[in-house]
């Protein structure tokens, strides 16, 4: 079983759509918990942390439920520059090596 | 604040040479992180460097695989010699806690073709 699954999509949606990304983990003592974006032939770049409690920044709501071990984000009212590839991340041991799953792609539609 | 620089963008190389990959972290970050992403797949991880020290290097796939990250600073990756299956994009990220939120920020990564 891998570290981290994610549904690799693709997931196209028209702009203005909510749409919402789960990710699975395997290790029930990971400790933190990111997603990133990484664009066409970029590297990944931190789009937030997912606290416990959850949280959420602007437009973008992320999710933890231990219980399950699963992770979700979800984009409301969604833009053209949001189309990229969400990579759900996982750090069992803070600061020791992160887990990626192979990232879900999504691309808005005008 | 600078970002983590790696060096070169691309490099294309015929098998059985030598490449050297280098990374520059962002200033004050201890800990340094190696990962490949090959074509199709997720990203992997490599090794991790705390400071000087290799933390983890269960990710390395051979021996031809050789990291250094001499003073703690900017570090190296040697693949020699390279094959065709060492192709992919190799990153480079940095974090500076190790308790906490430990976010890991990229480079722009090396993309290397072996032919």
């Known amino acids: ?110 | 604040e600078a970002g983590v620089t790696q060096f070169p963008s691309h490099s294309v190389i015929e098998k059985g040479q030598t490449v050297t990959l280098r990374c520059d972290p962002i200033s004050g970050h201890d800990n340094l992180y190696w990962y490949r992403r090959v074509m199709g797949k997720e990203i992997k991880f490599l090794l991790h460097f705390v400071k000087e020290s290799k933390q983890d290097e269960s990710g390395m796939p051979n021996n031809r695989f050789l990291a250094e990250r001499t003073g703690g600073t900017y570090s190296t990756l040697k693949v020699q010699p390279a094959e065709l299956e060492d192709s992919g994009v190799y990153f480079c990220a940095s974090s500076r806690r190790t308790t906490g939120q430990n976010e890991a920020f990229f480079g722009q990564g090396t993309r290397l073709t072996v032919v």
């Not at chain 1, 079983?1 to 990971?30: I, L």
């Open chain 1, 1 to 110: 079983r891998k570290e981290v699954e994610q549904d690799p999509g693709p997931f196209n949606v028209p702009e203005g759509a909510t749409v919402a990304f789960n990710c699975t983990y395997s290790n029930s003592a990971s400790q933190s918990f990111f997603w990133y974006r990484q664009d066409c032939r970029k590297e990944p770049k931190l789009l937030m942390s997912v606290y416990s409690s959850g949280n959420e920044d602007g437009r973008f709501t992320a999710q933890l439920n231990r219980a399950s071990q699963y992770i979700s984000l979800l984009i409301r009212d969604s833009k053209l520059s949001d189309s990229a590839t969400y990579l759900c991340v996982v750090n069992f041991i803070t600061g020791n090596q992160f887990y990626f799953g192979t990232g879900t792609s999504l691309t808005v539609i005008p």
